[in-house]
């Protein structure tokens, strides 16, 4: 578990707090990749966890916070952003884009601003939970304090169903 103070939780909270928002960073006992793992540990519904995915859209970073109910459509992302396709990034396109390890990329602290999808589903949920720069670590929001946050675009994200998708955190 990282110490309260480390340095990624740290600038997250900080960014928290001048933003104005209400919710504050909670050190969970145990690793939060995934969708599941930081729903058990929080009581509540998976779909009230922000999955944190980021692809790479030819060279640029794209964040996509979905339900962790859900599995992102990449064809549906890539139609919506009129690309021809997008790549799910790989943990050093993430750290390098994002200064946060696969599994706890916070949806703010990012060392330049990344272009965010909001998946529609999070409205569903009075309380949302993302990650807080560290798999260890989460925060509560909301579905318009993350767009607020993010400066994101509310997006349908999720597939319909079948293959063809990236599921994760």
């Avoid at 928002?21 to 966890?49: K, N």
């Avoid at 060279?59 to 996509?64: I, K």
Wanted: aromatic letters at 4%; zero cysteines; proline letters at 9%.
């Amino acid at each position: 578990m990282p110490s309260p103070d480390h340095p990624r939780v740290t600038e997250v909270a900080r960014l928290l707090r001048a933003a104005g928002a209400a919710g504050e960073v909670r050190h969970l006992p145990d690793s939060a990749r995934t969708a599941p793992a930081a729903a058990d540990q929080l009581g509540v519904p998976v779909g009230a966890i922000a999955n944190s995915l980021v692809f790479d859209v030819g060279g640029a970073p794209l964040l996509v916070l979905t339900s962790g109910g859900h599995r992102v459509d990449e064809v549906r992302v890539a139609e919506l952003l009129g690309v021809p396709a997008l790549t799910r990034a790989d943990a050093d396109f993430v750290r390098r884009h994002t200064g946060q390890p696969i599994g706890g990329v916070a949806p703010i602290g990012h060392p330049e601003p990344i272009g965010t999808l909001v998946d529609v589903e999070l409205a569903r949920y009075d309380e949302v939970w993302a990650a807080a720069g560290h798999p260890h670590t989460v925060f509560p929001t909301s579905y318009d304090e993350l767009l607020r946050l993010t400066e994101g675009t509310p997006a349908e994200v999720a597939a319909e169903t079948g293959p063809g998708t990236a599921v994760g955190r």
